[in-house]
Antibody, heavy 115, light 106 residues
Framework: QVQLQQSGAELAKPGSSVKISCKAS????????ISWIKQTTGQGLEYIGY????????NYNEKFKGKATLTVDKSSSTAFMQLSSLTPDDSAVYYC????????WGQGTLVTVSS | AIQVTQSPTSLSASLGDRVTLTCRAS??????MAWYQQKPGEVPQLLIY???TLQSGTPSRFSGSGAGTDFSFTISHLQSEDFATYYC????????FGGGTKLELK
């Protein structure tokens, strides 16, 4: 069955970076883009961007350009999102999602930015 | 970027009620709209895509309609498991979520 398995919670200091992973299984990895979505505690969903898992091409929501960097490792069917220059506003749950209309989601990775 | 305005932000309803949520896109998005349900502590779940197509497993009491800029999502007969937050998502140009509607028991 299709699964997206994300890496564990992160506690980071302001100004640092974190890299979250999303390992896909149960389907042909390069057949579907992987998208990333941010959800602040108790708040709504924000679309960050997507990566073409075949070519590595990316497309970002303007708001997250310079904040998020999406990469992929086809050999391990894993997508990554690096968040840089972290501030407390980056504290959130981050999801990866894939397949048509985001039919499948990872379980979410909690990122907490605190000194 | 396409903006999506979802309303209402919250809604109180009773078991058995019929409720309708709406989303308005800032430009014509054809039928590129989806709806999701999210319960506390859970991952969003796709219910409807292309405005009106039910995802496999979505109960028939859920329905969607609309095209262009105006879309609606209806639950015809509320059941206890339907109390959750609902989001719309436009997929015409990149992707944009609506702000969400929290559906609560009256």
């Amino acid at each position: 069955q299709v699964q997206l398995q994300q890496s564990g919670a992160e506690l980071a200091k302001p100004g640092s970076s974190v890299k979250i992973s999303c390992k896909a299984s149960g389907y042909t990895f390069t057949s579907y883009y992987i998208s990333w979505i941010k959800q602040t505690t108790g708040q709504g969903l924000e679309y960050i961007g997507y990566i073409n898992t075949g070519s590595g091409g990316t497309n970002y929501n303007e708001k997250f350009k310079g904040k998020a960097t999406l990469t992929v490792d086809k050999s391990s069917s894993t997508a990554f999102m690096q968040l840089s220059s972290l501030t407390p506003d980056d504290s959130a749950v981050y999801y990866c999602a894939s397949r048509n209309w985001f039919a499948y989601w990872g379980q979410g990775t909690l990122v907490t930015v605190s000194s | 970027a396409i903006q999506v305005t979802q309303s209402p932000t919250s809604l109180s309803a009773s078991l058995g009620d019929r409720v309708t949520l709406t989303c308005r896109a800032s430009q014509d998005i054809n039928n590129k709209m989806a709806w999701y349900q999210q319960k506390p502590g859970e991952v969003p779940q796709l219910l409807i895509y292309y405005a009106s197509t039910l995802q496999s497993g979505t109960p028939s009491r859920f329905s969607g309609s609309g095209a262009g800029t105006d879309f609606s999502f209806t639950i015809s007969h509320l059941q206890s498991e339907d109390f959750a937050t609902y989001y719309c998502l436009q997929g015409y140009s990149l992707w944009t979520f609506g702000g969400g509607t929290k559906l609560e028991l009256k």
